[in-house]
């Protein structure tokens, strides 16, 4: 089974822009989540996506946003691009219920400029 | 509220050593617990994960961790370190479908 997919891997904008990344999450898995990892603040949830609704949300300003498809696949926006927001991006996926385990993609590297 | 603690930002252990990676947490009701690891520039990879039954847990890659709920922790093991050990380690708990996640521990494996 193919594992997570990211798209791109790596990316560089320019302060005030916008930036789509995208998720194809494994077979079959309808839960996507999304990370920011930093260096400094280590991984922070952004937030959940099951079955084309977001589910959870973390504590990020509307800046950032996303969507899921009815495939499952998943899209992360941020707009307004600031310094600050250069950081490794992950998605990962998981099938439903609770207590089960996610699957991390390679990530998405963003850097601001 | 509910948080997770690593309270090392780093391990240092000789290779043949064995390693522990300490978790701590608190959450209400009866979590489940991940760790995960990271190499340089990829995702994350899961390792083992604890949801309830034996509460030695046994992994990928010989690793092995241990529910202790009175102490609340979940400490990572591994009897004999290996210099491709050497990684970012994640601890993670989870309750209604919300995973908090530790600040990460680095471990290094020295030859």
């Known amino acids: 089974k193919a594992g997570v997919t990211q798209t791109p891997r790596y990316l560089i904008k320019t302060r005030g822009q916008q930036v789509t990344l995208s998720c194809s999450p494994i077979?079959?898995?309808?839960?996507v989540s999304w990370y920011q990892q930093t260096p400094g603040q280590g991984l922070q949830f952004l937030f959940e996506?099951?079955?084309?609704?977001?589910?959870n949300k973390g504590n990020f300003p509307g800046r950032f946003s996303g969507r899921q498809f009815s495939n499952s696949r998943s899209e992360m926006n941020v707009s307004t691009l600031e310094l600050g927001d250069s950081a490794l991006y992950l998605c990962?996926?998981?099938?439903?219920?609770?207590?089960?385990?996610?699957?991390f993609g390679p990530g998405t590297r963003l850097t601001v400029t | 509220a509910q948080s997770v603690a690593q309270p090392e930002d780093q391990v240092n252990v000789a290779e043949g050593n064995p390693l522990t990676v300490k978790c701590t947490y608190s959450?209400?009701?009866?979590?489940?617990l991940f760790w995960y690891v990271q190499y340089p520039n990829r995702g994350l990879q899961f390792l083992l994960k604890?949801?309830?039954?034996d509460n030695l847990v046994k992994g990928s890659y010989g690793f092995e961790a241990e529910f202790n709920k009175s102490q609340t922790s979940f400490h990572l093991k591994k009897p004999s370190a290996l210099v491709s050990d050497s990684a970012l380690y994640f601890c993670?708990?989870?309750?209604?479908?919300?995973?908090?996640w530790g600040a990460g521990t680095k471990l290094i494996i020295k030859p």
């Open positions: 604890y949801i309830t039954g």
């Open positions: 077979s079959g898995h309808r839960s």
């Open positions: 990962a996926s998981r099938l439903a219920g609770e207590g089960l385990e996610q699957y």
């Open positions: 959450v209400s009701g009866n979590p489940y």
């Open positions: 993670a708990v989870g309750s209604n479908y919300q995973l908090i």
């Open positions: 996506y099951f079955s084309e609704t977001q589910r």
